[in-house]
Nanobody
Protein backbone atom coordinates (compact mmCIF):
# COMPACT_ATOMS: atom_id res chain seq x y z
CA UNK A 1 0.00 0.00 0.00
CA UNK A 2 1.43 3.32 -1.09
CA UNK A 3 1.28 6.17 1.38
CA UNK A 4 2.52 9.74 1.13
CA UNK A 5 2.10 11.59 4.42
CA UNK A 6 2.68 15.33 4.54
CA UNK A 7 3.39 17.32 7.67
CA UNK A 8 4.63 20.73 8.71
CA UNK A 9 1.85 23.01 7.58
CA UNK A 10 0.34 25.70 9.75
CA UNK A 11 -0.44 29.35 10.24
CA UNK A 12 2.44 31.75 9.69
CA UNK A 13 2.78 35.51 9.35
CA UNK A 14 3.87 37.12 6.08
CA UNK A 15 7.62 36.85 5.72
CA UNK A 16 7.74 33.73 7.84
CA UNK A 17 9.00 30.24 7.05
CA UNK A 18 7.86 26.66 7.27
CA UNK A 19 9.35 23.31 6.42
CA UNK A 20 6.97 20.83 4.86
CA UNK A 21 7.84 17.15 4.87
CA UNK A 22 6.51 14.13 3.01
CA UNK A 23 7.18 10.60 4.17
CA UNK A 24 6.69 7.91 1.54
CA UNK A 25 6.08 4.22 2.03
CA UNK A 26 5.14 1.36 -0.26
CA UNK A 27 7.24 2.59 -3.19
CA UNK A 28 10.85 2.32 -4.25
CA UNK A 29 11.43 5.95 -3.40
CA UNK A 30 14.66 6.41 -5.34
CA UNK A 31 12.85 5.67 -8.63
CA UNK A 32 10.28 8.43 -8.23
CA UNK A 33 10.37 12.07 -9.16
CA UNK A 34 8.96 13.90 -6.16
CA UNK A 35 7.02 17.11 -6.38
CA UNK A 36 5.02 19.53 -4.30
CA UNK A 37 1.79 20.98 -5.63
CA UNK A 38 -0.59 23.43 -4.05
CA UNK A 39 -4.23 24.32 -4.45
CA UNK A 40 -5.76 27.51 -3.21
CA UNK A 41 -9.54 27.90 -2.77
CA UNK A 42 -11.21 28.35 -6.14
CA UNK A 43 -8.00 27.74 -8.07
CA UNK A 44 -6.50 24.83 -9.96
CA UNK A 45 -3.82 22.69 -8.43
CA UNK A 46 -0.37 23.88 -9.52
CA UNK A 47 3.10 22.45 -9.25
CA UNK A 48 5.45 24.55 -7.14
CA UNK A 49 8.59 22.40 -7.01
CA UNK A 50 9.92 19.08 -8.19
CA UNK A 51 13.07 17.04 -7.78
CA UNK A 52 14.08 14.23 -10.10
CA UNK A 53 15.68 10.94 -9.23
CA UNK A 54 18.99 12.54 -10.09
CA UNK A 55 18.40 15.50 -7.82
CA UNK A 56 17.61 18.05 -10.52
CA UNK A 57 15.17 20.63 -9.19
CA UNK A 58 12.60 22.86 -10.82
CA UNK A 59 10.35 25.57 -9.48
CA UNK A 60 7.35 27.61 -10.44
CA UNK A 61 8.25 31.21 -11.21
CA UNK A 62 6.12 32.39 -8.31
CA UNK A 63 8.23 30.55 -5.72
CA UNK A 64 11.70 30.44 -7.25
CA UNK A 65 14.23 31.83 -4.82
CA UNK A 66 11.91 31.41 -1.85
CA UNK A 67 11.16 27.67 -1.84
CA UNK A 68 13.70 24.85 -1.79
CA UNK A 69 12.90 21.20 -2.42
CA UNK A 70 15.10 18.36 -1.25
CA UNK A 71 14.98 14.60 -0.93
CA UNK A 72 16.55 11.97 1.31
CA UNK A 73 16.47 8.60 -0.40
CA UNK A 74 17.76 6.86 2.72
CA UNK A 75 14.77 8.10 4.72
CA UNK A 76 12.20 8.02 1.88
CA UNK A 77 11.36 11.65 2.50
CA UNK A 78 11.08 14.84 0.54
CA UNK A 79 10.94 18.29 2.06
CA UNK A 80 9.97 21.76 0.98
CA UNK A 81 11.54 24.69 2.77
CA UNK A 82 9.28 27.68 2.25
CA UNK A 83 10.66 31.11 3.11
CA UNK A 84 9.50 34.70 2.74
CA UNK A 85 5.91 33.53 2.71
CA UNK A 86 3.23 35.72 1.20
CA UNK A 87 -0.54 35.66 1.70
CA UNK A 88 -0.87 34.35 -1.86
CA UNK A 89 1.07 31.24 -0.81
CA UNK A 90 -1.94 30.21 1.27
CA UNK A 91 -3.09 26.82 -0.02
CA UNK A 92 -3.22 23.13 0.65
CA UNK A 93 0.16 21.68 -0.24
CA UNK A 94 0.29 18.18 -1.68
CA UNK A 95 3.15 15.75 -2.09
CA UNK A 96 3.30 13.83 -5.38
CA UNK A 97 5.33 10.84 -6.47
CA UNK A 98 5.73 10.03 -10.17
CA UNK A 99 7.70 6.99 -11.29
CA UNK A 100 10.50 8.08 -13.58
CA UNK A 101 9.49 5.64 -16.34
CA UNK A 102 6.01 4.24 -15.69
CA UNK A 103 3.57 7.12 -16.10
CA UNK A 104 0.76 5.18 -14.49
CA UNK A 105 2.54 5.02 -11.18
CA UNK A 106 1.53 8.39 -9.77
CA UNK A 107 0.56 8.94 -6.15
CA UNK A 108 -0.69 11.80 -3.98
CA UNK A 109 -0.64 12.63 -0.33
CA UNK A 110 -3.62 13.97 1.57
CA UNK A 111 -2.27 17.51 1.77
CA UNK A 112 -1.23 19.93 4.50
CA UNK A 113 -2.70 23.39 4.95
CA UNK A 114 -0.45 26.44 4.83
CA UNK A 115 -2.06 29.72 5.81
CA UNK A 116 -0.14 32.98 5.57
CA UNK A 117 -1.88 35.75 7.46
CA UNK A 118 -1.16 38.49 9.94
Amino acid sequence: QVQLVESGGGLVQPGGSLRLSCAASGIKFSTYTMAWYRQAPGKQREMVARITIGGVTGYADSVRGRFTISRDNAKNTTSLQVNSLKPEDTAVYYCNAQHFVAAGYNFWGQGTQVTVSS
